[in-house]
């Protein structure tokens, strides 16, 4: 793939944002009230089986559609014995980051929060396996393809990384449309694009996505933050720790070779 100029990559954007719309759009219009008409299932579980369809199309008609981009390619000569603790530390990093800011959303917003929480389920432990088919594996693919294989790497191609990792990120943000979906995303997005730039592997991207999820969907009485300040000091000062590292690993790495394939300096 070569360098993608201005209007190219205006172009692959707004497609992407179109066929989301699109495919979205069809599906809430027209496989939920035939689910609803034929069956007796709940409002819930129809929205769920309809969201796992559309991501499923997502999937396919992303990679048909934008294969050129090549969203699974990975940067050439990466060894996963070398690179396996980077690869664990921004895992770890994602994670820390998103219950980080989970917990301050929380406390700022406790209302939002909470209606958030229970449209979904989560923390309930009472979610079934359509639901976790969908929030652990359809819609982290779909998502991920989307945002970091498609929008990320075509922005990329032509620009520098922050304006890639920013319009990825607020994408992602924005087709949650949900405030406090939308905050976390966006934050979580920008490291979930550092992933990228350093692997140049959507594979890693998909794991923290799929990870956040199951973590999400977790029993509260599982996996539960206390409220005291200084708990949330120590999670701060381990997030910036992790983070700190992660940087320190990009810069070791860093070397002017372009990729062959994309011309993207390999971090």
């Known amino acids: 793939m070569g360098k993608i100029d201005d209007r190219k990559c205006l172009t692959i954007i707004v497609e992407v944002v179109v066929i989301y719309l699109v495919t979205f759009a069809l599906g809430a219009m027209a496989l939920m009230p035939a689910l609803t008409a034929a069956t007796d299932m709940s409002t819930n579980s129809v929205t769920v089986i309809s969201s796992l369809a559309v991501d499923a199309v997502l999937i396919v008609v992303f990679l048909l559609l934008f294969k050129d981009l090549d969203p699974f390619g990975g940067k050439p000569g990466i060894s996963v014995r070398h690179e396996t603790p980077f690869i664990v530390a921004g895992l770890v990093s994602f994670l820390l980051l998103g219950i980080l800011t989970g917990t301050i959303l929380a406390g700022l917003m406790p209302e939002n929060y909470s209606e958030y929480?229970?449209?979904?389920?989560?923390?309930?432990?009472?979610?079934?396996?359509?639901?976790?088919?969908?929030?652990?594996?359809?819609?982290?693919?779909?998502?991920?393809?989307?945002?970091?294989?498609?929008?990320?790497?075509?922005?990329?191609?032509?620009?520098?990384?922050?304006?890639?990792?920013?319009?990825?990120?607020?994408?992602?943000?924005?087709?949650?449309?949900?405030?406090?979906?939308?905050?976390?995303?966006?934050?979580?997005?920008?490291?979930?694009?550092?992933?990228?730039?350093?692997?140049g592997s959507l594979w890693v991207c998909i794991g923290a996505h799929m990870l956040n999820n199951v973590i999400a969907i977790l029993p509260s009485d599982v996996f539960t933050l206390p409220n005291e300040l200084k708990y949330r000091v120590i999670m701060a000062v381990a997030v910036t720790v992790v983070v700190l590292a992660l940087t320190r690993a990009l810069a070791v790495h860093k070397t002017d070779v372009p990729d062959a394939d994309t011309g993207i300096s390999i971090i």
């Open 117 to 199: 929480s229970s449209a979904f389920g989560l923390g309930t432990g009472n979610m079934g396996i359509i639901e976790i088919l969908w929030l652990v594996v359809a819609a982290p693919v779909a998502e991920e393809i989307m945002c970091r294989g498609v929008v990320f790497k075509a922005v990329r191609s032509g620009h520098g990384f922050w304006l890639a990792a920013i319009i990825s990120s607020l994408l992602w943000a924005v087709i949650h449309m949900d405030l406090i979906q939308g905050i976390s995303t966006f934050i979580l997005g920008l490291l979930l694009a550092l992933l990228m730039e350093k692997f």
